[in-house]
């Protein structure tokens, strides 16, 4: 009787490490980390028609932490800095980017757009947010990877 209560007991021991050891499946993926870009898509009746590549030189990287949200952009071509601070929000597959502020060039359209919306496509180390027109077409998306 001594050795059946001590295997049920190693038994129950081992499965509750194995599921404490084990990430949940269920683990909603989220943006919070350091992600760079790697291409642009172009739409054309909701479907790809072009893939502009970042260059080797270029680099944009988003910053995402629980509620905030900044971006830079780097050019050696482009003399014309690019960056941007604000909040962000993630509700029914869009996300809301609410810039508080940013470069000179980025000043100029914050003052004219205060929400920047997009159909966000979220995986655990990629995401695309994809610009839509006013009929809800897709016409152009950011696509990242996560680095951090």
């Given at each position: 009787?001594k050795?059946?209560?001590?295997?049920?007991?190693?038994?129950?021991?081992?499965?509750?490490?194995i599921?404490?050891?084990?990430?949940n499946?269920?683990e909603?993926?989220?943006?919070?980390?350091?992600?760079?870009?790697?291409?642009?898509y172009?739409?054309?009746n909701?479907m790809?028609v072009?893939t502009?590549?970042?260059?080797?030189?270029?680099?944009?990287?988003?910053?995402?932490?629980d509620?905030k949200v900044?971006?830079?952009?780097?050019?050696?071509k482009?003399?014309?800095?690019?960056?941007?601070?604000?909040?962000?929000?993630?509700?029914?597959g869009?996300l809301e980017?609410?810039?508080?502020?940013g470069?000179?060039?980025?000043?100029k359209?914050?003052?004219?757009?205060?929400?920047?919306?997009f159909?966000?496509?979220l995986?655990?180390?990629t995401?695309?947010?994809?610009?839509?027109?006013?009929?809800?077409?897709?016409?152009?998306?950011?696509?990242?990877?996560r680095?951090?």
């Amino acid at each position: 009787m001594k050795k059946i209560t001590s295997i049920i007991a190693s038994l129950v021991l081992a499965t509750i490490l194995i599921s404490a050891s084990t990430s949940n499946p269920q683990e909603k993926n989220t943006l919070k980390g350091v992600w760079e870009l790697q291409d642009q898509y172009m739409y054309k009746n909701n479907m790809v028609v072009d893939t502009i590549e970042n260059y080797k030189n270029n680099r944009q990287v988003k910053m995402y932490t629980d509620s905030k949200v900044m971006w830079t952009r780097y050019n050696p071509k482009d003399s014309v800095e690019w960056f941007g601070y604000g909040n962000y929000i993630v509700k029914d597959g869009t996300l809301e980017e609410r810039l508080e502020y940013g470069s000179f060039q980025m000043m100029k359209i914050i003052d004219t757009t205060q929400v920047f919306s997009f159909q966000l496509e979220l995986n655990k180390n990629t995401f695309s947010q994809i610009a839509l027109d006013k009929r809800g077409n897709k016409y152009y998306s950011e696509n990242y990877k996560r680095i951090e």
